[in-house]
């Protein structure tokens, strides 16, 4: 009995140890409901059970039968594929997958999978399974022999190859099927829709490159169902040229691709070729007015007047008249007066929705409807710098950096210029090796002292990674400070330091970074030593509204920059610093040589870890900037009068409050 009395304590005290499991509620509350009938409820407990417990295979299945019982044959599909992947031993579910695939129309599917249990599964499964795939399978067989039949009566009918391929696509005959799509749409090349087929059954058997090549003339087809299919096939970055030129042989009509590609080439700095296709266009149409001005210009540019000339008269005789403006301003012409009562006509709708979701903040709208005004209208190139805008914002950068391109190519010059600024910094932003370099020397009134922090800096991009490493050398010094003596005094680092490190790219003015380096000071330092290991890293974010320096037009600006950073040579001490200038940018002034000025309100903020009195203020006070045309971009000058005080001042040697008048030079400049 006592023994007896000691199992039951143990059992007890294991019991209780149990880690309760989270789904059991809603478990039971789902097998309670599905004993009243009340499947609704029953399946809304299931779903909870499977937030907490996601890999249970028998409760997906469970899951899925109550799904049936409501007729939501979609959803049960989707639970049986999930059970059959967390248990691929269960032959039962699998069967019940591959008929419920038959049931709604995925004889495909349901055919492999079948195939696969009547070789894998267990004797009863393998029976029912062989049964299914033969029945499946002939019906297939029976249904290729008869289109074949028909093929021989009459082998030009688009519909008969239709049909067979896509009976071939079904019973994994791919080698027929691509026989029978390439040969439908060779009959009715128009029908991209079968291009798409024939792309997606070319990469089904490894043939790359012309898969590729199929899907990438569909895509830039003018069927726009077809190519949304295609896009989804298609790799998320940008084709190679060498893929526009297959698609190209593939399908040699299909002018929006090869308009496509005649611009990427100009971007390539390739005139020649994308003259080539230009040629080729207008050729093929005579009223492809874009075409025919984009011609004329490669012509002019290369002195061929009299050759050109037939283009530009067809241009600004044609019937689109923005073009003709913009081909006369490109020219230097003088405008033509529109007609007597003659208004200019109404924006297209697509584009009045862009406008408006891209205002609103709606950008997926917006880039839907942007990709349908420049269906409409490809020679709108303020749609092309839109349409870069838009991808930019969506974390794309790489197909803005190619609608940005395309825009470049404006006539207007407003457009053109933007384009080319937008595109020159995405590029380099992209390019696999970046160089940087950054100078601000200054005065401060309080120290009496000249300073100067800048930094070179080599940063590498390896694809789409998170990542960047990043090779460095920093400069932080000024004038004043001097070693030696009863008491030293350093004002500064005074030290040069190389480090390699790594940073995420810039999302949303948001960067991490952390490097590891060693700090070289120019002067003796008796207590550290000339080099000591400099560990740093940190969070920065710096953001910016309104107009910015040199602007077009005057308005108000608003900066504001956040950085918090470790610094392993300052008793390993964590530095917060929080900046905004928010002020008015002025007009230019042309007069004085193109004077751009910024003025604007400084407050400043500071604070430590370690509750140091140097780390610790609030500063405010007016500043401005200024700058004239001919300065390389990426230069200005700064002065700020500031008012300070120190949050803290255990130690501090000085007054809590400080003037300080800053006067200095900010130089910035990236390849």
């Known amino acids: 009995m006592r023994i007896r009395g000691l199992w039951l304590v143990l059992a007890a005290g294991l019991a209780c140890g149990q880690t309760p499991d989270p789904a059991y509620p809603w478990l039971e509350k789902a097998y309670a409901a599905l004993r009243t009938g009340d499947y609704e409820r029953a399946i809304e407990s299931f779903r909870h059970a499977i937030e907490l417990a996601p890999d249970r295979a028998a409760v997906r299945k469970d899951l899925a039968y109550a799904y049936l019982k409501i007729g939501a044959n979609e959803a049960a599909l989707e639970q049986f594929a999930e059970a059959m992947r967390l248990d691929p031993a269960d032959h039962h579910v699998a069967l019940e997958y591959a008929f419920l695939c038959h049931e709604t129309g995925r004889r495909a599917l349901a055919r492999r999978v079948f195939d696969r249990l009547r070789r894998t ?105 077809a190519a949304d299919r295609a896009r989804e096939l298609l790799p998320a970055r940008y084709p190679y040229v060498s893929e526009f030129e297959r698609a190209l042989a593939l399908d040699p009509a299909n002018a929006p691709l090869r308009r496509e590609l005649a611009y990427l080439l100009l971007e390539l700095k390739n005139p020649s070729q994308a003259e080539r296709h230009f040629r080729a266009l207008v050729e093929a149409d005579p009223s492809d007015l874009l075409s025919a001005a984009q011609l004329a210009f490669l012509l002019l540019a290369r002195g061929e007047r009299e050759a050109a000339a037939p283009l530009v008269r067809r241009v600004l005789g044609g019937n689109d008249r923005e073009l003709a403006a913009r081909v006369r301003r490109a020219l230097g012409m003088p405008a033509e007066p529109a007609p007597p009562g003659e208004t200019q006509p109404a924006a297209p709708e697509a584009k009045v929705m862009a406008e408006r979701s891209y205002n609103a903040g709606y950008l997926k709208d917006a880039l839907k409807y942007l990709e349908l005004a420049h269906e409409q209208d490809p020679a709108d190139f303020g749609v092309m710098l839109k349409l870069g805008w838009t991808y930019n914002l969506l974390g794309r950068d790489d197909l803005a950096l190619n609608w940005f391109r395309l825009a470049s190519y404006s006539f207007d010059p407003a457009v053109a210029a933007e384009a080319q600024r937008a595109a020159r910094n995405l590029s380099s932003t992209l390019a696999r090796v970046r160089s940087s370099f950054w100078a601000m020397p200054f005065y401060s009134s309080r120290w009496r002292d000249v300073f100067s922090y800048s930094q070179i800096k080599t940063e590498f991009r390896l694809g789409r990674l998170p990542l960047r490493p990043y090779a460095s050398l920093r400069f932080v010094g000024d004038v004043r400070s001097k070693p030696g003596g009863a008491v030293p005094q350093y004002f500064s680092e005074t030290a040069f330091i190389p480090a390699a490190g790594i940073a995420t790219p810039n999302f949303r003015g948001f960067m991490l970074w952390a490097e590891a380096g060693l700090a070289v000071s120019y002067l003796e330092r008796p207590q550290s030593g000339r080099t000591m290991p400099d560990w740093r890293g940190g969070l920065a974010f710096s953001r910016g509204f309104g107009r910015s320096l040199g602007a077009e037009s005057p308005g108000l600006l608003l900066e504001t920059g956040a950085d918090a950073v470790y610094l392993s040579r300052f008793d390993h001490d964590l530095l917060l610093y929080w900046r905004n200038r928010t002020g008015y940018t002025a007009p230019v002034v042309r007069g004085l040589g193109g004077l751009a000025t910024q003025w604007y309100w400084n407050f400043n903020a500071a604070a430590d870890a370690r509750r140091q009195y140097w780390a610790s203020f609030l500063e405010s006070g007016p500043g401005f900037r200024f ?45």
């Open 121 to 225: 599964g267990d004797p009863a499964s393998r029976a029912v399974a062989e049964q299914a795939f033969q029945n499946i399978d002939r019906a297939l067989a029976d249904g290729i022999a008869r289109w074949l039949a028909a093929l021989d009566k009459n082998p030009a009918d688009f519909g008969t190859h239709l049909e067979l391929a896509r009976l071939a696509e079904e019973r994994d005959d791919l080698e027929l099927a691509a026989t029978h799509y390439e040969r439908a749409w060779r009959l009715r090349p128009e029908r991209r829709a079968v291009l798409v087929d024939l792309g997606r059954v070319w990469l089904g058997l490894g043939q790359l490159e012309r898969g590729m090549a199929a899907l990438l003339a569909a895509s830039r087809g003018a069927e726009p169902h």
């Open 627 to 671: 700058r004239w045309e001919t300065m390389p971009a990426g230069f200005y000058f700064a002065v700020d009068l500031l008012r300070g005080v120190h949050t803290l001042n255990r130690y501090n040697p000085r007054r809590p409050n400080y003037w300080d008048w800053r006067a200095g030079i900010w130089y910035a400049v990236s390849h």
